[in-house]
């Protein structure tokens, strides 16, 4: 080792724009903010979407759309899923418990039972909310829904 080899070890330098260090470093004297104007003053933040003055983008473009405070959102579950759920671990009778046990649902969702798929075992289901051809495919088979309030 010798002199004309030395090098500084991996990561202890770092590769960014030293500013406010005289005017030969290429980025003294203003320190690259410029001259007056609130940017070249300490504590100086723009307001998010701020555009130099102009009207912003999220005033400009039109309001739109409607957001309903009263509607309730259900978790969907199709006949079908039930259907393989019951073929495969037996079970017949279907609440939120077991819903929600077996991964179909949360505790705090409200399920809503739809009729994709074909019911081929007797089934009896407890759900908040049922399509119609889900009630009727249920029922045709020999099951029951029951309605939870």
């Known amino acids: 080792m010798n002199l004309s080899n030395l090098k500084p070890a991996q990561g202890s330098t770092k590769n960014r724009k030293r500013i406010g260090r005289g005017t030969g470093s290429g980025h003294g004297g203003?320190?690259?903010?410029?001259?007056?104007?609130?940017?070249?003053?300490?504590?100086?933040?723009?307001?998010?979407?701020?555009?130099?003055?102009?009207?912003?983008?999220?005033?400009?473009?039109?309001?739109?759309?409607?957001?309903?405070?009263?509607?309730?959102?259900?978790?969907?579950?199709?006949?079908?899923?039930?259907?393989?759920?019951?073929?495969?671990?037996?079970?017949t009778e279907f609440t939120h418990e077991v819903m929600c046990s077996n991964g179909l649902a949360s505790k705090n969702d409200l399920v809503k039972v739809l009729g994709r798929g074909e019911v081929k075992s007797r089934l009896n289901v407890s759900a908040h909310a049922f399509s119609a051809t889900a009630k009727s495919a249920i029922e045709n088979a020999g099951g029951s829904v029951n309605i939870i309030k």
């Open 30 to 91: 203003t320190s690259t903010r410029g001259h007056k104007g609130a940017g070249s003053r300490s504590g100086n933040s723009r307001k998010i979407g701020f555009e130099g003055g102009q009207m912003p983008l999220q005033r400009r473009l039109p309001k739109f759309g409607f957001k309903n405070i009263n509607r309730v959102e259900y978790k969907s579950i199709n006949v079908d899923t039930l259907e393989a759920l019951s073929s495969k671990k037996g079970i």
